[in-house]
Every structure is written in C-alpha cells, then in structure tokens.
C-alpha cells in the first residue's frame, strides 16, 4: 500500500514539474495541413518539390522563418499558454506576445487592451463583468426578427487588476452580435476555427514576464508587440516612455539579450525610443505597418526615411507585399522598393483568411483578389509563401499556423 501511495505520489510530482517546467520540442510535428495544402497546389515545379520524398518525409526542425502569430490561433486561443506550446510543437522558431497592461499597470499579453470581452470568459464572471468599461448589452430586434442594434461590450485590461486578470480563461476572439445574453455573446467562433481547446482547463492567460519564462524555456526567440493603449495617457502616472520602458527592462531583469529580442509596435515614435534609449535591443525593433488599402502605403522615398531613422525591420501585412501578372503571383512595387531601401521584411499573418476556395481571400489577399478568386483552392497559400519566401527574400513570416512555414521553410532550407 505505501509503494503504491509513493508511486501516486511521484507521479503526481512528474505531472506537476512538467506543467510547470517546458523544454524545446525535440520532435517537431507540423500536422496534416501543410501536407494538404500542399496536395491542393495546382501542378508545377512548386507543388513537385513540395511534395518531393525529402520534403514530405524528412524530419522537421524548429526555424525562426516561422513565427508563431499569438501562438497558434486558428486553433488555440490567441497569446495562451496552449497556443504558444502548439506554436513551438510545430516549429516555430519566434513566438509574439503583444503587450499591454492593467489596471495595477502590469504587463499582460493580450492583442489590444480593450479585446477581453471578445478574448475571455470575463463576460461570464460577474465579479468582473461589472467592472467593465461598457458592460454587457444584449442585441434589440424588431417585431419580425431583424436585428436592429447589435449586442455590445468593452471590456479592458486596464479595468482589472493582475490578480483578476490571472483568474480568466482565454476562448477563441469572436463574439455574437446578435446575442441576448452574455452566454450567447461569447460564442460566435468562426466555422475554420474551433472551441475544441478553449475548455475551462485551457486557455490559460499570460503575463509578459511568464511568456518571456516560458519563451526560454521552448528555446524560442521573443517578438512582443506594445499595443496602443486605449486609456489617456499617462495613465495614473503610466507615461507612454514609461510603458515602452518597462517591456524592454522585463527583458533586461530576466537575462535575455537583445539577439533574442524583437520589439516591435505600429508606434514609430516607440520604435525610435528604442533605438536611442536602447540601441542594443533597438537595432532588431520591427516597425509595423498600419496600411490598411494601398492607396495608403508608403511609398519609396518613405521607405527610404524610415531606414534613415534607424528602422532596420519593417512588418507589412502580407497583402502589400504581393501582386499578380500574367495570371501569377508576384512581388510588388512595395517589396521591391522596400528591398531597394535595405529594410528586412517580416509579413503578417498567413493562415489568417479562413477558407480560400470560395473567396477573394478577405483583406490579407486584397492585392491578389483576382488571382485567389481564379485558383479556387486552398493551395495558393503555399504559392503566397513563396513569393515571399524566395522571390522577395523575407526573413519571416507571421503565422496562425506555423507549421505551414515551418514545412516550406524545411523544404527549401530557410
């Protein structure tokens, strides 16, 4: 009875140690879906060496040409414990925390400071739910059915403090507008994605210190985005330098050197604060681009601005980098004068467009709508990668997936 007691014992301990203490996957698995997409390519040269014996077949290693976008969240809910696990698991060799901050002025990694209604189960605790800057309102419909106005919240990590923020539960970011009750509104998941993982014994949130613990344990690099705040600023004292201060200095306290850093934020002045008040983590500082149409681009000779303040790593999405001719994906003027200007590139996001054989692949393929409409098929995504794989020569690529550029990037050795 006691050898069994003590085996319980111990291996109850096992369970709990390795919770608690992750290492760097050393089997990396990328799963069906690049096997699939790669099947659904129309023929050519890309699809015959995509498929070849040493790309389906070879042994899959971790590659910072993939970078985990909020970890894994086609799957997994965004910036969770879960979804950055799934991330390293399929190769990512960079996982993102995009940062912001609660009530306490704690750091926390969520996609926007006020996204928690869309993001949690916050809506579900009442406690908390009555703390929210705009509560819950249920959706109003006329006599016949027709929506009238749609259900609506706001809910903030500045609403909260760190204590109660650790107390939610991560759920896949989606809502239903036309909800009657909080219940309903917290549902809404897209059809391509799932609730199969956002269970109430997953979806566990993170600080930004415990993802940068977590991070160095998987072996993995650190790409943490500072989000806009929402609040006035200062917020009770908070300075926007302060905020931008405090996210390169949990770095700092936590020993990882700047090569494993990759700060990054839509805020050039942020970008610039880095570079000057911390040039050693500044020179890997990602300025993301906030284009939403092309018509609001930058053009050459703002490219050419941007290098000349410092800015080395420029993170467009996906979309401003590709264009088509003759019927064929291409890079477009952006991407090249962004190469002539000598800026790295890191796009975003792939896998983000839901299905793509029965649309124009939504805003993150609006440069190539004709071209995604044409294929019909989902393997076009593997056609995007390498435009901007081999024909632009980015460094990375964001991922809702990241074993699909964990597979192409393995294939041809990025």
């Known amino acids: ?163 109660e923020f650790k107390t939610l539960r991560g759920k896949m970011d989606a809502f239903n507008p036309a909800a009657r009750t909080a219940e309903e509104y917290t549902g809404g998941t897209a059809p391509w994605r799932t609730d199969l993982y956002a269970g109430p014994s997953s979806g566990t949130l993170m600080t930004h210190a415990e993802s940068i613990a977590l991070f160095t344990q998987l072996g993995v690099k650190m790409m943490p985005e500072l989000k806009a705040p929402v609040v006035p600023m200062p917020f009770e004292g908070f300075s926007r330098e302060d905020y931008a201060r405090k996210l390169i200095e949990e770095y700092r306290r936590a020993g990882v050197g700047p090569a494993e850093v990759f700060p990054q934020s839509f805020s050039l002045e942020a970008i610039l604060f880095w570079i000057h008040s911390y040039p050693e983590y500044g020179r890997q500082a990602v300025h993301i681009e906030d284009a939403k149409l092309p018509a609001e681009l930058p053009t050459r000779a703002d490219l050419d601005a941007l290098a000349e303040k410092g800015v080395r790593i420029w993170a467009p999405p996906m979309w401003a980098l590709l264009s088509s001719a003759n019927g064929e994906l291409v890079p477009s003027q952006t991407a090249r004068d962004a190469k002539a200007a000598g800026l790295t590139l890191i796009p975003w996001a792939l896998e983000r467009s839901g299905v793509l054989a029965a649309s124009t692949g939504g805003p993150f393929h609006q440069s190539v709508a004709d071209i995604v409409h044409a294929r019909g098929n989902e393997g076009i995504t593997m056609e995007a990668l390498d435009v901007l794989g081999r024909q632009i020569g980015v460094q990375g690529v964001f991922s809702d997936w990241p074993g699909t550029v964990t597979y192409y990037a393995n294939c041809f050795e990025l």
Not at 37 to 65: I, W, Y
Not at 114 to 123: A, E, K, Q, R, S
């Open 1 to 163: 009875m006691r050898s069994t007691i003590l085996f319980l014992a111990s291996a109850l301990l096992c369970a709990s140690l390795s919770h608690a203490t992750e290492t760097a996957p050393r089997n990396i698995q990328v799963g069906p879906r690049p096997y699939f997409l790669v099947d659904d390519m129309r023929p050519g040269p890309l699809k015959t060496r995509l498929n070849s014996e040493q790309c389906r077949e070879r042994p899959f290693r971790a590659t910072a040409f993939s970078i985990g976008h909020r970890g894994a969240p086609l799957q997994f809910p965004e910036h969770t414990r879960e979804s950055y696990l799934a991330a390293a698991r399929m190769g990512a060799g960079i996982l993102e925390c995009d940062v912001t901050f609660t009530k306490d002025k704690e750091l926390v990694c969520r996609h926007a400071q006020n996204d928690l209604h869309t993001t949690t189960n916050i809506l579900l605790r009442p406690e908390l739910a009555a703390k929210c800057t705009r509560p819950f309102t249920p959706a109003s419909f006329d006599a016949e059915g027709t929506l009238l106005t749609p259900a609506s919240a706001e809910c903030r990590s500045s609403d909260i403090t760190l204590a």
